[in-house]
Structures are given as structure tokens and as C-alpha cells.
């Protein structure tokens, strides 16, 4: 995802977070449940952003079997705004019963006591398997107190995706590539001087969602206790102190330097040879790029340990829903082994079940393999209630350090320092 659409989400999303406490009371003292018995006469009701067809009719699917098999109707609202929208339902007290959270948003929500805990109806279903979902994907939807209050409806992890023509044209194969991240300078920089003119060794998004994982892979958090950001440690430093030079050496650029707006294009037009993003490129490069060869890899290991990050969305339920035993039987359904594989497969989807990812072979396949691998160990988008703040400063700051223009202490400080005040004016 470029730039300018991550800075629109995290701008809206603040949004939210800011007007929670405001409205959290608002809508206490509605909620409810209904009978068992009632249930095949009941209609709950379904918030979704917008999908790919296939994603569209994957789900029309899943709720047509999910009526046959149970008498609950669904109905289904498609928000083209998510945040905004689910801002503005929250507040008038007409959210779904069950809706999407994102990760990035689930700590506020769930702070705010807007998600109803699972706990209970997991443990009277009989057969749910909670292990089997990929332990990331679960514990992101998992509150400090061990409460789950959203099923991950599916999930992506990050790849390294290499140009096998390109690596092979330069003398190298994609065994040559290294397995850490501290030795990928050295690397790049010997792909370098065996490339045509105009390709560039690798191609990065230099924007904190895809770097938290090795900001935080030295045993510092980007969020400490108190909920302060924290990006001028000296583990933190020198993670970003490797991209900031190779970047200063060309041996990394952004998209915006090739005049991309993602790193998908300029790893199909062929002007990267390496690059690290999620296995939505996977479609985009095939339909887009079919000429271009590729294979891809885990993510290099930081500090000798494997790291990746996760994006997911959970399934949940409605705090103050009266359809709750209604809400629960779809997403249990729809997260279930059967309705997960469904899903995964239709939508072409990493699942958040690994039974579903063993069904569906992703394993077996040689470029879904490390992105199937990488949800064992991924970290989630997600840090906390005040991360947007910290983001946001972070990808204000980081090009000055690129560019040259500050340093990376000084642009870290920089960002750490604004950051901090806006979250402790907002904390008090």
C-alpha cells in the first residue's frame, strides 16, 4: 500500500481513537442476546469494506451456506469508508452486529469496551480448535488479559521476492542471496556492479508498517509502557542506519525514485532486482507482469532471528449487538475450518487456520511458501492505542534522513520528540 493511501487510513483512524472515550458511554446499557431458540428467526447484520470480485463473491457464498445451514439471515453493509463510517455507527449506537476490525485499530476499540469477548462462546463450542489458528494472527485480536474478542478472518506476511532473470543475468542465484539482514548490504552492493544501467539492486517502502518488525528485533519497543514512542535506541539506530546507507549508496531506492507509486510496479517493470512486500503483489505481478520470472524467500533474519510483519482483520462482535448468540454462530462458522478454507480458496487469500493452509497445499507452493511460513513468527500491525501517532511521525521524518538532509539520529529524535508531546497532550 503507497504512502498517501497509509496516511489516509492512519489520519482517519486517529480520528477514532481520539473520539472513543467520548462516545464509549454513549452506548452502554444495549446490549442483550438472543435464545438459542430463536436464532434460525434471526437476521444479524454484517459491516465489510468493499473486496476483488473474488473476494465479493466468496463471501455472498459463504453467507448463503451459512443461512442454509442455521435459518440466520445476514445482512450486509459495505462500508466505502471504513473508518468513517464504523466512527459514525459506533457513535449513533447502529453498528453491525458483527463487523471487520483491523489489527491497527483492535487495541482502541477493545480499550474502549466495543468488542465482545469471546471467551465464552469458544469454550461451549464444541470441536473450535483454538490452536489452530497461526498464534500472531489469534494473539492480535487478544487482550492483555488473555480475553479474545475477534477471529482472524484471514492474513498477509511479507516476502523477499527476487527477479530470477536479473539475478541469473548478474551471476548469481537465488541461494546466493543472504539469509541475514546484516549481510545484505555487502550483497547488494556486489549485485550493483553486474546490472544494466537503470536497475537498482532493491526497492523498498521506507514507511514504519513494513519495517516494525526490525525496529523492534534488537529487544526495544517503538511503544513503551506508558504508551510514548521510542525510535532512538541504539539497536533501533542501527537497523535503519543500514537502510539509510544503502540507500545514500544507491543500493536501495524507493518507488517514488523510480517514479512508482508501490514497489510492485517497480519490481514488474523490472527496475529492482530484490524487493520486500506482502503476497498481495503475488496476483498483481501475475496479471500485471506476467513476463517477469520471480521466486521469493522469507525475509532476511535480524539478530539471527526470523522476522517478518502481519497484516490481519478479525471477525468481531458488537458489544452492545442483542443478536450476540446469532453474531457468534456466524463467526464461528465463517472462521471455522470448513468456512476458512472456503474462504482462503476463493478469494485466493493466505488463511488464518492452518488446517486450511495444509488443505489448500500453500504450503507445497514454492512462491506461497515463505508468506505461509512467515505466519508462525510475523509481527502484527498493531502496537497499542497511540502507534497512528508514532507512524505518522516516523514517515514524516525518515526521507529527511534518507535524502541526507538530517541525520538519522537527529530525524529520529526529531520524530520521537513531536510524536510524544502529541501523545501525552492527548494522554492527559
Not at 511479507?158 to 543475468?169: I, P
Not at 464461528?332 to 488463511?351: D, Q, R, Y
Request: net charge negative.
Amino acid at each position: 500500500m503507497n504512502k498517501e493511501v497509509y496516511e489516509m487510513k492512519i489520519n482517519k483512524l486517529a480520528s477514532i481513537i481520539m473520539l472513543l472515550p467520548m462516545f464509549s458511554g454513549v452506548l452502554a446499557g444495549c446490549s442483550g442476546s438472543s435464545e438459542p431458540g430463536e436464532l434460525a428467526e434471526t437476521t444479524i447484520t454484517l459491516g465489510v469494506w468493499g473486496g476483488t470480485d473474488a473476494e465479493e463473491s466468496t463471501r455472498d457464498q459463504l453467507i448463503a451456506d451459512f443461512t442454509a445451514e442455521t435459518g440466520i439471515g445476514v445482512d450486509v453493509r459495505v462500508w466505502t469508508d471504513y473508518e468513517t463510517q464504523l466512527q459514525t455507527e459506533l457513535i449513533g449506537g447502529t453498528a453491525p452486529d458483527v463487523f471487520y476490525v483491523e489489527a491497527f485499530l483492535f487495541p482502541s476499540l477493545e480499550n474502549e469496551g466495543l468488542l465482545a469477548p469471546l471467551g465464552d462462546f469458544i469454550s461451549n463450542t464444541e470441536g473450535f480448535e483454538k490452536d489452530d489458528f497461526y498464534g500472531p494472527a489469534l494473539n492480535a485480536f487478544t487482550a492483555e488479559s488473555g480475553d479474545i474478542y475477534g477471529l482472524p478472518k484471514d492474513l498477509s506476511t511479507l516476502g523477499l521476492y527476487y527477479n530470477e532473470t536479473l539475478l541469473n543475468e548478474a551471476g548469481f542465484t537465488p541461494e546466493d542471496i543472504p539469509t541475514e539482514m546484516e549481510e545484505l548490504p555487502e550483497f547488494l552492493a556486489q549485485l550493483a556492479d553486474n546490472l544494466p544501467d537503470g536497475v537498482v539492486p532493491a526497492i523498498t517502502s521506507a514507511e514504519l508498517p513494513r519495517h516494525l518488525f526490525a525496529l523492534n528485533a534488537g529487544g526495544t519497543s517503538v511503544i513503551d509502557e506508558n504508551g510514548l514512542g521510542v525510535l532512538t535506541q541504539p539497536d533501533q539506530l542501527e537497523y535503519v542506519q543500514m537502510l539509510v546507507d544503502a540507500y545514500e549508496e544507491g543500493l536501495v531506492q524507493r518507488p517514488i525514485d523510480l517514479g512508482h507509486d508501490w514497489a510492485g510496479d517497480s519490481f514488474g517493470t523490472e527496475s529492482a532486482v530484490l524487493m520486500i512486500e506482502g503476497n498481495w503483489a503475488i496476483a498483481h505481478l501475475n496479471q500485471n507482469f506476467s513476463e517477469v520470472e520471480f521466486g521469493t524467500k522469507e525475509v532476511p533474519m535480524m539478530n539471527g532471528n526470523q522476522g517478518s510483519m502481519m497484516f490481519t482483520v478479525s471477525y468481531s462482535i458488537n458489544a452492545h449487538s442483542n443478536n450476540q448468540e446469532a453474531a457468534w454462530e456466524f463467526v464461528n462458522f465463517v472462521t471455522g475450518k470448513e468456512g476458512m478454507t472456503t474462504w482462503a480458496e476463493g478469494a485466493s487469500l493466505i488463511p488464518s487456520r492452518q488446517s486450511s493452509s495444509e488443505a489448500l497445499n500453500l504450503q507445497e507452493n514454492d512462491v506461497m511458501a515463505p508468506f505461509i511460513a512467515a505466519a508462525d513468527y510475523a509481527t502484527p500491525w498493531q502496537q497499542g492505542t497511540t502507534l497512528s501517532i508514532v507512524f505518522r511521525e516516523y514517515n514524516n521524518m525518515i526521507p529527511a534522513a534518507l535524502s541526507g538532509e538530517m541525520s538519522l539520529q537527529e530525524a529520529m529524535e526529531q520524530a520521537e520528540r513531536i510524536a510524544n508531546n502529541d501523545i501525552e497532550a492527548q494522554l492527559h
